[in-house]
């Protein structure tokens, strides 16, 4: 290697000297291709799902359609009270939260969920639910197909924190789908935060969230203020009291 | 809803009144919760495609199967010699790259590809084209499938500049789909970038580019380096000299 | 220059097949390191000022010690009736906040300021004022030396939005020092920020906001809301009744 | 203040009683101001410099014109050969780079330097020395005042990556001072950089680094690419073989 260097630069010297050349990129000067070329690391080979919805081979399945066997009550870590049916399930009303027993930080996750088939309600009472990254941060789920509320409040909004770029919501009788990235914040050592989560949301293939960054949790009442906390937390599904349905939930970490 | 709210409005008084409280954060002070919402302004309603592959009520359809109407030579604004067959097109070798005549800055963008049917050739050489953003930032479209190549040159990559996350490339005889968020880069006066363009690609729904922040134009030989451009551009296609097949392309104006 | 690139071209020929290099990354390749040098476009010459407190050649001179002519009522456009001693301006009660007569967007931005020598009142009341860039994203300007407020009140906070990672205030003797680096939001057609505010601000010479991202206007009463505005407003100096003094402000186009 | 707070109180009381009011923004509800004050975390008190060039109370003082106590050689970690002379100390040629005992990620960097007194050389070998930041992100330090060289290598460029947005360069008889925002980056599992290092720099107070995303490591030679690193490495200085001197180092951790 030592001596094929030697070699190199020895060659390379020459090719100098001969042409006096200075190299600088105005005279476009043409470089082997090969200088641009990187072969490690490898990024790990992923089968995607069948369709964009599906899970792809890395992802964690929160929900394939059987059993909520990954969640757990969000009050007191009893199972689920939510019913499974049709490969879907319900919120059910007075249960309260649930969310996953794994904690989790930077994702990529995919949830569909559908309003409730008979419209009971107006606004935000009207197929209101929620995912909760990390617990506290809040992606609106509600029915906000020909229903009005507060703009920050509507499906695919951050709660109370950032309107969705556009309205792509579907008629209630139809299935919603979220892709979102999320990004997960950082505290320094006095609790303040030094980068906000932030977070990306296509719903139903629009972009409706682009790379927003959060305030803080988000908030029903009062203001969006961090606090530090745990690099991993679970994903939590709001009881709103509305029968929203859900299906089809996984995460992959990034 | 109305009446709830007067209850609320009026414990919320009565509160106030018997406390005589400072209203410090400190001391949760239930403040109405209306105080965080807003009315205005209303996201614009977009009918979602319907799948998340289709094209939303507000997307510019370049490609719907029929003509390539949108399109034109990248060389001479010629009509594009590519080939129309069965709701897909075909890189026609030799007949050099394709641009839409519509120019574009900040985009969604959706596109769908697959790899050539017969395998000829290795690494760069097997399925190359490439998606041109403003005509200069690659999204690079290749059969990585079981081919080895440089990372940064795979399918996914923003070529030589950045690797995807994972590789989830199917088989060639599979369609392959890009979703692609992409902000396009600003330049001050002097004519130095002042941000650069950021791209987030999902490949068959798995993240592979998460708001990567670009170094200039992609480029084969050489180092990329910004170059003050307008704030619309062309998206180009590229004719690498292999037949890769393209279908359903449309484009969100951000 | 053909010729040359030609010959270039052989020599890098015979360089090639004389070493038979496969030169990709792994193998460390020695590729001359002019392929990664630049020559233009070449930045604009500045000659710094003789201290870091000094204004550079290229920074427009807000006040330089003698009178307030880059400035205006913010109310009415008449001359400011705050005053001009010693080389400095100091608030003056009941007149108004004043505003630059010209807009700024993308700024660095120097300031000076002095609490009032006699102390007055506590928190929010003691040497209260600030520094309103685009006249509705507000630098907190307070006496925090020694009087405690809320946190994102207090001297160096982006007002009710951001807490400054420390608290650097001097003595109310002494001079205070704002670096900043502000970037302004952007719009979306539809009034949607697609890019918020951001800010860095050196207090003293100590990082106390790290490009921060604002959530709209900073407000004294509600919740910040972006609403699209132009992109260049003029810089706004609050008068909030307390004789706070100001110096030597300056500001670079970015 | 209190008795003020009480009537503003009473006021919105009266207010809300009288109307009834859906408390929506669009109605411009006087909210107590008090909803979005904060009181914790309160940032720590620091003092800062008598200037703004002094270390402020809570930085590590690297060099204060005494001895090079917080250095070591980069190649054996024996005491450093620089020589130390009238509270500055100079780059001793042939004795290699220097670097802190203690590592650092997320850091405020305050350095001043100065070109050597009798100008030797052109270009690159004109006063080079360089800062690496983690031992491997270079922001470049070059007599840059009459001398031209590449653009991406001149002084406070980061070397062969980002050009500086102007040149702040003074002549080579006076003090230099960079101050420096530093944010180390972050890898996921399979060693790919999830969040690129990002830099600001201020050039004798003129901002030339704007938030920079670094691709990599600094690369005299090839193409900068990440490779996953600890979250804290020593700070570098380089021996180019030019008697640059140094004095009044600091770094504050983020």
């Not at 470089?31 to 899970?55: C, H, I, N, R, S």
């Not at 919120?91 to 569909?112: N, P, S, Y």
């Not at 020909?146 to 919501?169: D, F, R």
Request: charged share 20%; aromatic share 10%.
């Amino acid at each position: 290697m030592r001596t094929r260097l030697r070699i190199i630069t020895l060659f390379f010297t020459a090719f100098i000297l001969s042409t006096g050349l200075a190299f600088c990129q105005t005279e476009k000067t043409q470089l082997p291709p090969e200088a641009t070329e990187f072969y490690e690391p490898v990024p790990p080979k992923v089968d995607p799902g069948k369709t964009t919805l599906d899970p792809p081979s890395d992802a964690i399945v929160l929900f394939s359609g059987k059993d909520l066997d990954m969640w757990q009550s969000a009050k007191d870590g009893s199972f689920p009270k939510w019913k499974v049916t049709d490969g879907t399930f319900v919120v059910e009303k007075g249960t309260g939260d649930i969310q996953t027993k794994q904690a989790f930080g930077d994702v990529q996750l995919h949830i569909e969920w559908r309003s409730p088939q008979v419209i009971v309600g107006e606004g935000q009472g009207r197929g209101n639910s929620g995912i909760f990254l990390m617990g506290m941060y809040e992606l609106q789920v509600l029915d906000s197909y020909e229903s009005k509320t507060y703009t920050n409040g509507q499906a695919a909004s951050i709660y109370k924190q950032s309107v969705p770029l556009v309205n792509a919501t579907k008629a209630p009788t139809e299935w919603e789908v979220y892709d979102v990235i999320f990004s997960a914040p950082k505290f320094n050592a006095n609790g303040i935060v030094t980068k906000p989560a932030t977070i990306t949301v296509l719903h139903n293939g629009v972009l409706v969230q682009n790379h927003f960054a959060l305030r803080g949790p988000t908030e029903y009442i009062g203001i969006p203020n961090y606090k530090a906390h745990a690099d991993k937390l679970p994903l939590k599904l709001q009881d709103h009291g509305n029968p929203v349905s859900y299906r089809n939930i996984w995460v992959r970490e990034l």
